[in-house]
């Protein structure tokens, strides 16, 4: 993907999120506060940026931390998906609860895209196509805080692992496709070790 593109798509994460806020609670179930972008984009300006993950951006929600567990997604994020588009896009999400810090140990150094409560941040779209989105980043955590963070991750990340299990083990032989629920339980312990990897690395 060309940089241009690239920018043109986090503009487009920015329009998109803002698109979906304004419809009614009732249409929309999940709500997204804030979009981050963190990744290729923030880092020195290149022809291209990977097609896969050449713009990472972290949706943040008002959803519990266990809901938003590191790899899951929240109920309701289908809908949301649908509403705004993205899930065509060449742009990798993830979904973060409001509750908690958005960066984590792959969510590094990231710059808030767009807010509900101030829409899209003008300024990091100019720096993103002058190539100085580099320059907008946060500092890094320490190793303590990193540590900290982690730690809080996993725990919710474990409890996410046991509720799908017994939403799984329930309704194994209930009418219906066992798809969905196995898709859940995978993607919350494939979380789960993502975070103890990282936590011990």
């Excluded at 929240?74 to 958005?102: C, D, I, M, N, T």
């Excluded at 960066?103 to 101030?118: D, F, G, I, M, Q």
């Excluded at 474990?158 to 339980?185: K, N, Q, T, Y």
Aim: charged share 20%.
């Amino acid at each position: 993907m060309r940089w241009t593109t690239a920018v043109r798509t986090a503009e487009q994460v920015a329009e998109r999120c803002a698109h979906v806020a304004a419809q009614p609670a009732g249409i929309v179930r999940l709500r997204v506060v804030e979009a981050w972008l963190w990744g290729p984009l923030l880092g020195p300006p290149a022809a291209e940026v990977p097609d896969d993950g050449g713009v990472d951006v972290a949706l943040v929600c008002e959803a519990d931390p266990v809901e938003c567990a590191w790899g899951t997604t929240p109920p309701g994020a289908g809908q949301w998906l649908a509403a705004s588009g993205l899930a065509k896009r060449p742009v990798r999400l993830v979904f973060r609860s409001a509750a908690e810090p958005v960066w984590n140990h792959e969510v590094t150094t990231p710059v808030r895209l767009w807010s509900a409560a101030a829409g899209g941040a003008q300024d990091v779209l100019e720096a993103l196509r002058a190539g100085g989105g580099a320059a907008l980043r946060p500092p890094a955590p320490s190793p303590a805080e990193l540590r900290e963070r982690l730690d809080r991750e996993l725990a919710a990340s474990l409890e996410a692992v046991r509720r799908a299990s017994a939403e799984h083990d329930e309704h194994r032989w209930s009418p219906g496709s066992p798809v969905g629920r196995a898709d859940a339980l995978a993607a919350a312990v494939r979380g789960y070790l993502q975070l103890l990897g990282a936590r011990e690395g």
